[in-house]
């Protein structure tokens, strides 16, 4: 389970994995897609795999955001206590970092006041085109007509996220980086442990 | 399930899908990564998701083929009747494609013809550098010595793969094909029928 249904998360300390991953996404900033990570959780016992943008870490916490569609199909996966893995691949440094953990979904019904400040936040940040398709006709129904998509510049220029616009946090609990460059290549997995610190061991690719 | 148990498969009639997933790969043909694709499967109940290179079609069918090393996480994942769900997102493109359906695991106790034939192509089709990984200690366990890892050229230059050499075959079930270019995007659904047929439907994005 994410700490969110019982405290107040933030500030952690920095997990070890921080650091490699933030080395990571510096040295492929120049890529948008390095911010392009998949997202597999569980839909009616099987395995559901998408692209999902990375939105920065939560305030002070190794918790990773992501924003979401509330009537898309993900979200049915992420009832409390829902589970994900999420699989980042570096293209131009060649790493690749799986983290495990706990999903919690924040909705226009969430009642954490760091939470509901986390949305509103993401909202903000979002670009008025991004923010459109949340205006869009329900994603993965039949395709409606072009006009359907017209959304006004006005209508997303508000400050308050429409009900459709949800966050998606992921407390990782176990993350595993490979680094495919070298022969041998170098492996690491980071568990969480009960104490909320991390064992960190060097294990074979 | 797969066909793999019952029936031998292919050749089938191309999925409707595989036009555009192959102007897919040819447009993105420039980048070693357009191959790498991340495969989401299930262990102990709980999504699991790492990258896997995409090795081609099953002989004359529409079914993708991977190759792992049988000592690894994933084939515990593996069992009959496993269901995995691919996405495969094309960065020169900007397009995804997600790929869900049965999984098979060939190792060297298959008993299929045809299977055992594919799982030799694809062992006889490996660099000397990537078979020599199916000869490193034990993926996963903790760090073994650096010598353990200098596998002499001569091993792997035998035409019979070794027992930790897996092919995996994943059958698509159904397809997500999103193409982010344009506004609003274009987003187009392929659901697998029982007679083998593939319905096609545009959805919304």
Redesign the interface.
């Known amino acids: 389970m994410s700490d969110f249904g019982t405290t107040v998360v933030g500030p952690d300390p920095l997990a070890p994995w921080r650091s490699p991953l933030g080395r990571a996404l510096h040295r492929n900033r120049s890529?948008p897609?390095s911010r392009?990570v998949?997202?597999?959780?569980?839909a009616d016992?099987?395995?559901?795999?998408?692209?999902v943008v990375f939105r920065g870490f939560y305030d002070g916490s190794n918790t990773l955001m992501f924003v979401t569609d509330t009537r898309s199909a993900k979200v049915a996966d992420l009832s409390p206590g829902a589970?994900?893995?999420?699989?980042w691949?570096f293209?131009q440094t060649r790493e690749?970092f799986?983290l495990?953990g706990a999903i919690t979904l924040v909705t226009a019904d969430t009642v954490h006041w760091g939470l509901i400040q986390a949305r509103q936040h993401r909202w903000e940040a979002l670009s008025a085109?991004s923010r459109?398709?949340f205006y869009?006709?329900?994603?993965?129904?039949?395709?409606?007509e072009?006009t359907a998509?017209a959304i006004p510049a006005e209508a997303v220029a508000v400050s308050t996220p429409p009900p459709t616009f949800g966050l998606v946090l992921l407390q990782p609990d176990w993350v595993d980086h490979l680094e495919l460059r070298g022969?041998?290549q170098t492996?690491t997995?980071y568990q969480r442990q009960s104490d909320g610190g991390w064992q960190v061991?060097?294990?074979?690719?």
């Not at 998949?38 to 569980?42: E, G, I, M, R, V």
């Not at 589970?83 to 699989?87: D, I, P, T």
């Not at 061991?201 to 690719?205: D, E, F, G, K």
């Open positions: 890529q897609h392009y998949q997202l597999a959780t569980l016992g099987r395995p559901s795999n998408r692209t589970w994900g893995e999420l699989c691949y293209t690749q799986r495990a085109a459109q398709s869009w006709p329900p994603p993965g129904d039949l395709r409606a072009d998509f022969n041998p492996r997995q061991m060097a294990v074979n690719p």
